[in-house]
Antibody
Framework: EVQLVESGGDLIQPGGSLRLSCTAS????????IHWVRQVPGKGLMWVSR????????AYADAVRGRFTISRDNAKNTVFLQMNSLRVEDTAVYYC??????????????WGQGILVTVSS | EVVLTQSPDFQSVTPKEKVTITCRAS??????LHWYQQKPDQSPKLLIK???QPISGVPSRFSGSGSGTDFTLTINGLEAEDAAVYHC?????????FGGGTKVEIK
């Protein structure tokens, strides 16, 4: 069974840093791109970032580029999202999502349960 | 950036009725359009991929159509368990984008 489990969410002050983790199981981790998607509670979805199976290729939304860094440790089946210089508008539920074997950008066939990040003073 | 515009924003529907949700793209995305269902306090779930391809385990009352800029998600014979927000998503170009969502309520 495919599982994606996020961790690391917290209440953090503006300007602070946080690292989210996504631990995967149930599939050959190194074969798949992994993405982060966020959702302000009650609002729509926004794509944040993605990383290739080898970890060598990444991409970011304009809203987070230069502040967030995605990476992965394939030995631990884990993807990370390092979030620096956090802003109030980064407050959201962050989902770790997986794409299909032949896809790099979607569709997102499995989603984690989501983890809440709250940026507030 | 490809802007996806969903309509309607909200729909209140009687069980067994047919539901139609549209997603319009600001530029040609061929068939790189996917649909998700998100129930309250749950993560989104993939319903339809590449505009019209069904997903294993998803009830056959859900179907999709369209290409280019205009896409439709149809629920043939709404059931109470279909109360949810439905999102479209394009994977044709970066940044990946989503529609604003359509909330379907059961009357």
């Amino acid at each position: 069974e495919v599982q994606l489990v996020e961790s690391g969410g917290d209440l953090i002050q503006p300007g602070g840093s946080l690292r989210l983790s996504c631990t995967a199981s149930g599939f050959t981790f190194t074969n798949y791109w992994i993405h982060w998607v966020r959702q302000v509670p009650g609002k729509g979805l926004m794509w944040v970032s993605r990383v290739s199976g080898a970890g060598t290729t990444t991409a970011y939304a304009d809203a987070v580029r230069g502040r967030f860094t995605i990476s992965r440790d394939n030995a631990k089946n884990t993807v990370f999202l390092q979030m620096n210089s956090l802003r109030v508008e980064d407050t959201a539920v962050y989902y770790c999502v997986k794409v299909g074997l032949t896809d790099a950008a979607g569709p997102f066939d499995y989603w984690g349960q989501g983890i809440l990040v709250t940026v507030s003073s | 950036e490809v802007v996806l515009t969903q309509s309607p924003d909200f729909q209140s529907v009687t069980p067994k009725e047919k539901v139609t949700i549209t997603c319009r793209a600001s530029q040609n995305i061929e068939t790189s359009l996917h649909w998700y269902q998100q129930k309250p306090d749950q993560s989104p779930k993939l319903l339809i991929k590449y505009a019209s391809q069904p997903i294993s385990g998803v009830p056959s009352r859900f179907s999709g159509s369209g290409s280019g800029t205009d896409f439709t998600l149809t629920i043939n014979g709404l059931e109470a368990e279909d109360a949810a927000v439905y999102h479209c998503h394009q994977s044709r170009s970066f940044p990946l984008t989503f529609g604003g969502g359509t909330k379907v309520e059961i009357k």
